[in-house]
């Protein structure tokens, strides 16, 4: 259940194509405050700009829900992959994609649907300078086709001086009760060969290297976990609280509630023409959130730099 690599193993069910115009005028509509702005992104797709007074700065696609840029003092700290596509049929590869119902490998496509459908906003607004924006993904026929229950998720994305945070909200709308699995798919800028991860030691892992089908159970001895080839290791029962070295100067505290698990995850080789540029680190809930009719699942990401 680990993560594999972010290449898109898509079912016969094709991606619904975006109404790129006219969802950014609907976009901008419901988009009203001084420092949060919609425009045309790469693609034409819609695009929300969130500047806060203290400088910083995040960027992010309807498409997908997903955060392709957060800047602090003009330093953009995630990556986008130089192979990714913005064209509305594939999965933006970089950023923060969701991977939601399904992290990895399962059932339906890889990593779900959550990063191929459009969401829509809902709620925006600023707090002493700090924009956040709320954005919308309930069920339609192409989810359906895989995954056959109503559900809504909210993701409120919240941009500070030196942070970005989010939170994604999921509800049960559906007669029944259903399960899923869910990640961040986090990637941050670094410099491969310096990169390491504080907080780890003693976590249950699942190694995927060197059998991605077969994941070797075992405990992380490592105070500091570096990236010294290919990487794809799910931890379980994570720390609330992770630090990045990016090894570019950088040094990124993560936090969460209630994402319990963790993953890296570097391709190496696999992907010879940037994986040298970042290091993903993933907060995941790897068990399955089984919800009733009318629960809900919540769970928040903290991402701040000093």
């Known amino acids: 259940m680990a993560a594999l690599p972010m290449t898109c193993s898509f079912s016969a069910v094709t991606p619904r194509r975006v109404s790129r115009f006219s969802g950014v005028a609907m976009a901008s509509a419901g988009a009203k405050v001084e420092n949060v ?54 999965p933006i590869s970089g950023g923060i994609p969701h991977c939601f119902p399904q992290f990895g490998p ?44 109503s559900f809504q998720a909210l993701y409120k994305v919240t941009l500070d001086r030196n942070a970005l ?23 941050f800028r670094a410099l491969v060969t310096r990169a390491s991860v504080k907080g780890l030691k003693g976590c249950k892992t699942l190694n995927k290297d060197p059998d991605p089908k077969n994941p070797v159970e075992g405990k992380e001895e490592r105070a500091l976990v570096t990236f010294p080839g290919f990487v794809d290791c799910v931890y379980l029962e994570a720390p609330t609280e992770l630090q990045l070295d990016n090894g570019l100067g950088g040094v990124i505290t993560i936090k969460n509630t209630n994402w319990s698990d963790a993953v890296l995850w570097n391709p190496h080789l696999t992907m010879e023409s940037c994986y040298k540029d970042f290091v993903c680190v993933e907060n995941a809930k790897i068990g399955e959130v089984k919800l009733e009719p009318n629960e809900s699942w919540t769970a928040s990401q903290h991402l701040s730099i000093v």
Not at 122 to 144: A, C, F, H, M, Q
Not at 165 to 187: G, I, M, Q, R
């Open 37 to 90: 702005k919609v425009g045309q992104g790469l693609g034409d797709l819609p695009k929300v700009v969130l500047t806060s007074v203290h400088g910083s700065e995040a960027e992010l696609y309807l498409y997908g829900g997903c955060v392709t840029s957060w800047k602090v003092a003009n330093k953009d700290l995630l990556f986008v992959r130089p192979d990714a596509v913005f064209t509305g049929q594939k």
């Open 106 to 149: 399962g059932a339906i496509q890889q990593h779900g649907f959550a990063r191929n459908m459009s969401w829509s906003i809902v709620n925006s607004e600023t707090v002493d300078g700090n924009p956040s924006i709320t954005l919308e993904l309930k069920d339609g026929p192409y989810s359906r086709a895989m995954w056959d229950y």
């Open 165 to 187: 945070s989010t939170e994604l909200k999921v509800t049960n709308t559906d007669a029944k009760p259903f399960s899923f699995t869910t990640a961040l798919h986090t990637y």
